[in-house]
């Protein structure tokens, strides 16, 4: 996907970029090969692939969700900012925190937002620990390719607010909702799932809008020797 099919591609999803944006993405592509040449951050070093499989990618989840309304978003496991710089960039006036564990990918990701000047928070510690001490606190918190549904929405719903969503972005999902029972333990509901294929390489993904409708449990989120050796059913 080079630019102009980017714009017109992006045209269809009704997100409009002005041409400071695209000035910026230019920058993180550039940066991003750069920099990986040295650290390795993503096996996606080719910019036409950047710019479909990573910036495009992370826009789609405008499909699930009106981001203009969206005033916090909480981006779990970002890596190399997806799709949480993506989305700031093109969305300025989100608050966008960023949550990864890997230090050398958060060392990456500090050097880009200084560079790209945006505001972005960006923490480096293990998620579930993250979100035992930031219950309630964001419109929407997504993640992307990251864990099994269980595992990761026991991570992620007790941050979002109520009223709120989790939104998981996924590829091919058929075996992980088959049983979703477990999502009442968490006070939480699938809304609607958005089925899609990327454009040129048409593989296949997948958006799960995940409600939370009270608050959880205290005890979520557990341990993550927990989550993992007894994830929930």
Do not use: W
């Not at 980017?6 to 009704?14: R, V």
């Not at 409600?211 to 989550?227: L, M, V």
Request: a positive charge; charged letters at 30%; aromatic letters at 10%.
């Amino acid at each position: 996907m080079n630019e102009i099919e980017f714009i017109e591609y992006l045209k269809e999803l009704n997100i409009e970029i002005n041409e400071e944006q695209l000035k910026k993405l230019r920058y993180y592509s550039d940066f991003l090969i750069e920099y990986n040449k040295k650290v390795n951050l993503t096996s996606i070093i080719n910019k036409k692939d950047i710019y479909l499989k990573h910036f495009f990618d992370s826009l789609t989840l405008y499909k699930a969700i009106d981001l203009k309304k969206v005033n916090t978003l909480c981006d779990v496991g970002t890596g190399a900012g997806f799709p949480g710089v993506v989305i700031k960039i093109l969305f300025p006036n989100i608050e966008v925190t960023l949550i990864e564990s890997i230090n050398k990918k958060t060392v990456f990701l500090k050097e880009l937002v200084k560079k790209l000047k945006i505001n972005i928070e960006i923490i480096n510690i293990r998620a579930e620990e993250y979100s035992k001490n930031n219950k309630n606190k964001y419109d929407l918190v997504t993640c992307r390719a990251l864990s099994k549904l269980n595992t990761i929405s026991e991570i992620c719903i007790p941050m979002t607010k109520i009223g709120g969503y989790f939104i998981p972005m996924k590829g091919e999902i058929n075996s992980e909702i088959e049983n979703i029972e477990y999502l009442k333990l968490l006070n939480s509901k699938i809304e609607k799932i958005y089925e899609f294929y990327l454009p040129i390489e048409n593989s296949k993904r997948s958006l799960i809008k995940i409600n939370k409708y009270k608050k959880c449990d205290e005890k979520y989120p557990r341990s993550y020797k927990n989550i993992v050796d007894n994830p929930l059913k």
